[in-house]
Structures are given as C-alpha cells and as structure tokens.
C-alpha cells in the first residue's frame, strides 16, 4: 500500500488547508501569524524548503492532529477529590 504524499506550499496553501482545523482568520497576515503561533508553542509541522517556501506534509499533519487531540482529551479529563 503506497501512501499518496501531499504537501501544501507556501503561506496561502498552508493556510487553506489548515483554516478548518485551527479556525484560521480570513486576513492572510493574522491567519499566517496564528500558524507560527502553533509553530512555535505546539510544534505544529510546518518546514522550510531550502529555497526558503514553508510547506506542511498532510501524512504528517494528521499524525500531529490526531496525537494533539488525544493529548488534549486526556488534559480535559478532571478527576475528583
């Protein structure tokens, strides 16, 4: 089973293809502000090509979400004293 590997590239890409996950702005300076944001205090997986583009690999986003999400649903669980 091959694995189909799409990468976005570029702010705008990567910016549409995470608007529903992160509730992106539609102001493309706030929106890419946020991604950094999540960059920077979540470890989002945003690279960098060596020409200097960012891009974000979606097989590896998924596994970043799906982890992030688990993580949070095991913060929200409050046991009682």
Do not use: C
């Amino acid at each position: 089973m091959a694995m189909n590997a799409t990468w976005h590239i570029g702010r705008k890409a990567i910016i549409e293809y995470l608007r529903p996950y992160l509730d992106l702005s539609e102001d493309q300076v706030i929106a890419w502000n946020k991604v950094r944001r999540w960059k920077r205090r979540y470890s989002l997986p945003v690279e960098t090509q060596p020409n200097g583009k960012p891009y974000i690999d979606e097989a590896v986003f998924s596994l970043y979400w799906s982890r992030y999400l688990r993580a949070l649903k095991k913060k929200a669980i409050v046991v009682p004293l």
